[in-house]
């Protein structure tokens, strides 16, 4: 059976004494979109930061592509974009330079995301949607094998939305998987392959 592209087993992460997430049992295959829904607080986020390397988990395993989260972290980040509610941005330069440090056709991720007018403006400048979508060229030059996504209609207009569902959709065929933590139920179960729900940590359904 082929390697799985995301497989976490037991896994486990606690803020002081509060479990975010507790013996968590997932897998998601290669291609698929899978919805990860939730109430806030449930720990939607923090599989997203686990599995991405961003933290590391307190207990169980996680594994991306076959590789380690913990071992094996610096394979995983090559392989990943995690799309995050922090937008590790430059603030003070433009999206032109911030996309610079990632390499490849600037002009065109640009264009896509609907920022070309704006492409040498600080970062310092620009809403909260127009960061998001700034974010989202990002995670389109990086060409993960895995994308995480966080939320990512926050922030964005109805034109927005219409931005991200064709950013899944040219993931999905190019044979990423993409993992989509939202409040836009009816929106993303539309498209999703696999709907994961937790709550209080736990996968419930």
Do not use: C
């Not at 071992?71 to 941005?89: P, Q």
């Not at 993992?179 to 940590?201: F, P």
């Amino acid at each position: 059976m082929e390697t799985a592209a995301i497989e976490a087993r037991e896994l486990s992460r606690r803020y002081g004494r509060r479990w975010a997430l507790s013996n968590v049992t997932l897998r998601a295959e290669r291609g698929e979109v899978v919805m990860i829904a939730g109430r806030n607080g449930s720990g939607k986020s923090t599989l997203l930061r686990v599995l991405s390397t961003a933290i590391r988990p307190d207990g169980g395993s996680a594994a991306v592509l076959g590789r380690d989260v913990v071992k094996e972290r610096e394979y995983v980040r090559r392989a990943t974009a995690l799309l995050s509610h922090y937008s590790y941005l430059y603030e003070a330069l433009s999206p032109r330079e911030n996309l610079s440090l990632i390499g490849g056709d600037i002009d065109e991720a640009l264009v896509r995301v609907g920022l070309r007018e704006r492409a040498d403006d600080p970062v310092s400048t620009f809403s909260a949607g127009m960061r998001k979508r700034l974010s989202f060229a990002r995670v389109l030059m990086q060409k993960p094998d895995v994308a995480l996504l966080d939320e990512p209609y926050g922030a964005l207009d109805p034109e927005g939305f219409v931005l991200v569902d064709r950013v899944v959709e040219e993931l999905r065929a190019r044979g990423a998987t993409v993992v989509i933590a939202t409040h836009q139920l009816d929106r993303v179960s539309s498209y999703s392959d696999r709907i994961i729900t937790l709550e209080a940590g736990r996968v419930v359904a």
